[in-house]
C-alpha cells in the first residue's frame, strides 16, 4: 500500500457543552464542540468501570450554523472527519502548544426532539442540506411524539 494512506474517525458521543460557533475575518462560520464517548470495561477485581474519552471537533460552513441551531449540551450527534494536529507558540510560556481535533465532514444528529434537534445527516459534499441522508427522521403530525415506541425497524435506524 506504498503510497496510500487514511485519516478517518467515526464517533457517536454526547455533547459535552453547547457549540462555541465563531466567524472568520471572511465571514466563514467555524463551530467547536466537544463530544464524549463512555468505554465500559471490567478492572483487575472484576469490577465494571467507565471511561470517558473527551474529542474536540470543529465543523465549518453549514454544519457550524446547524451545529449551533441545533446541537445542545447532551444531545447525541454523530461525526465522521479527520484527525488533524495544530500547533501555536503560547505567549506566557513560550513553549510550543498542540492540539488534536477532528475536523467534521459529516454529522448526523441523532437525538429525538428537544435532544439535537429533529433528526438528519448534513455532509459537506452533499451540500450541508438537511435529511442529507435520505430519511425523514420526525414523527408524523398526526402521531403524538410517544406513539412510535413500538419495536426498531430498519426505518428507524438513522445511517
Known amino acids: 500500500m506504498a503510497g496510500r494512506s487514511l485519516n478517518r474517525v467515526q464517533l457517536i458521543g454526547n455533547l459535552g457543552k453547547d457549540p462555541e460557533i465563531k466567524y472568520t475575518p471572511q465571514g466563514t462560520p467555524v463551530a467547536r464542540i466537544t463530544i464524549a464517548t463512555n468505554e465500559r470495561y471490567k478492572d483487575k477485581s472484576g469490577e465494571w ?16 450554523e446547524i451545529a449551533g441551531e441545533y446541537l445542545k ?58 435529511g442529507g441522508n435520505g430519511f425523514d427522521q420526525r414523527v408524523p403530525e398526526h402521531e403524538p411524539a410517544g406513539a412510535a415506541s413500538g419495536p426498531i425497524t430498519d426505518e428507524d435506524i438513522p445511517f
Open 73 to 130: 449540551k447532551g444531545g447525541k450527534v454523530y461525526i465522521e472527519g479527520r484527525l488533524q494536529t495544530r500547533s501555536w507558540d503560547d505567549k506566557q510560556t513560550n513553549q510550543k502548544k498542540y492540539m488534536t481535533e477532528i475536523v467534521a465532514s459529516d454529522m448526523i444528529l441523532l437525538g429525538g426532539r428537544g435532544e439535537a434537534g429533529e433528526g438528519g445527516g448534513f455532509s459537506r459534499g452533499a451540500g450541508a442540506s438537511a
Open 49 to 64: 468501570q467507565d471511561r470517558t474519552e473527551w474529542h474536540n471537533v470543529v465543523l465549518w460552513q453549514r454544519m457550524a
